[in-house]
């Protein structure tokens, strides 16, 4: 008796990508045997390795599609430095990454990223118009709101003072990354309304944000649905900005709009 034809094995393949500074860019590419390919961008602080990006990984995993997860340049296994603002060069670093897939024949069917790196593929889609579906999960609408959580009360004088400042670990009090006065004027220069104005209306966005996100609330999503054309909004309820308990909750509903996404690609171009 015939053995039932079987899906080929996912496979995962350390994959390094040079960004346009030459620093190598380390990812995990899973590969699912699919020439469609949907790439995962972590947040602030955050790497490849971040629970929510390797779920959303193996999620799409399990729905036969292929995934890479990479390190922003100063971040996780990445090379460069690490810097606090950073958002254009992290586009950058995106942009190499879409680069090198589009030169390999795959195609690039989502962009997704997570907090900061919500941020990050907005501000791509803004620029360029080579991707056409961007998920973007508990990014942050107001880009000068959520600095006194991390700098302090009085960041302005202080860091043009002392042109610097060294932020601490909350739990043990030791060094964790210095904040430069050039690095924070990048973060507070970025205009996340303008910018949205920009994406092609072809761009499908898909917000999805936790109702109860501790870190960036939940009114920045409804903001991003008031000014992006094409725009779907999915807030989880009594999700926090990691989404913690909601894993499951959160990779189901972008697997399922990604896949709706390649539904609709296929409809079309038959």
């Known amino acids: 008796m015939a053995l039932p034809p079987q899906n080929p094995p996912v496979q995962r393949h350390r994959v390094i990508i040079p960004n346009k500074h030459g620093e190598k860019l380390v990812g995990t590419l ?62 950058d670093d995106l942009h190499a990454v879409a680069q090198h897939f589009h030169e390999s ?39 000068k709101a959520g600095i006194e959580e991390h700098l302090g009360k009085d960041y302005l004088e202080r860091i043009r003072r002392d042109g610097f400042i060294d932020v601490k670990k909350r739990r043990s009090g030791s060094f964790d990354f210095r904040v430069t006065e050039e690095s924070l004027m990048d973060r507070l220069g970025i205009n996340i309304h303008e910018a949205c104005l920009k994406i092609d209306k072809e761009c499908r966005v898909f917000t999805i944000h936790g109702s ?24 989880i309820g009594g999700a926090n900005h990691m ?28």
């Open 30 to 91: 899973h590969e699912s045997g699919t020439r469609d390919i949907v790439i995962l961008c972590h947040g602030f602080r955050c790497t490849k390795d971040t629970n929510l990006i390797l779920n959303l990984a193996v999620a799409l995993e399990n729905a036969k599609i292929s995934s890479f997860r990479f390190d922003f340049s100063g971040n996780g296994e990445s090379e460069g430095l690490f810097q606090f603002g950073n958002y254009w060069t992290e586009v």
């Open 105 to 143: 024949n795959r195609v690039i069917s989502a962009i997704v990223g997570h907090s900061k790196g919500g941020g990050v593929v907005l501000l791509y889609a803004s620029k360029y118009s080579d991707i056409k579906t961007v998920v973007n999960l508990s990014g942050r609408y107001d880009m």
């Open 212 to 235: 109860s996100d501790e870190i960036i609330p939940v009114e920045d999503a409804f903001e991003f649905a008031k000014i992006i054309q094409n725009h779907k909004l999915h807030v």
């Open 243 to 270: 989404f913690s308990n909601h894993q499951g909750e959160l990779s189901s509903v972008v697997v399922n709009f990604i896949e709706e996404t390649l539904h609709q690609v296929k409809g079309t171009a038959s």
